[in-house]
Nanobody, 123 residues
Framework: QVQLVESGGGLVQPGGSLRLSCAVF????????LGWFRQASGKEREGVSC????????YYTDSVKGRFTISRDTAKNEMYLQMNSLKPEDTAVYYC????????????????WGQGTQVTVSS
């Protein structure tokens, strides 16, 4: 059984920054790879970024490359998403999740999910 608890969402101006955190509770097998997803109103949920703890591999969807940075503190069982140069189109509910299979790359999939946190980018 795996549980995830998120924090850090909120309102930010275009060009601003925000840092999301995700605390993970559970077995190591189910948390060997973690990722962030987002879902904007009226759109499908999409994978944003992921990280694999075994070798440090990370992946970013094209729309956030160069602006977002994913990281993981294995000792604390926490994952983070640093979001810089935010744009209105980044507005969405952001979810953290364990990945199954533990593949981090194009098409990565979530298994256990957090509750979601709202990120709004607006003037």
């Amino acid at each position: 059984q795996v549980q995830l608890v998120e924090s850090g969402g909120g309102l930010v101006q275009p060009g601003g920054s925000l840092r999301l955190s995700c605390a993970v509770f559970g077995g190591t097998l189910d948390s060997s790879a973690l990722g962030w997803f987002r879902q904007a109103s009226g759109k499908e949920r999409e994978g944003v970024s992921c990280i694999r703890s075994s070798d440090g591999i990370t992946y970013y969807t094209d729309s956030v490359k160069g602006r977002f940075t994913i990281s993981r503190d294995t000792a604390k069982n926490e994952m983070y998403l640093q979001m810089n140069s935010l744009k209105p189109e980044d507005t969405a509910v952001y979810y953290c999740a364990t990945l199954r299979p533990p593949f981090c790359g194009l098409g990565f999939r979530g298994n256990y999910w957090g509750q979601g946190t709202q990120v709004t980018v607006s003037s």
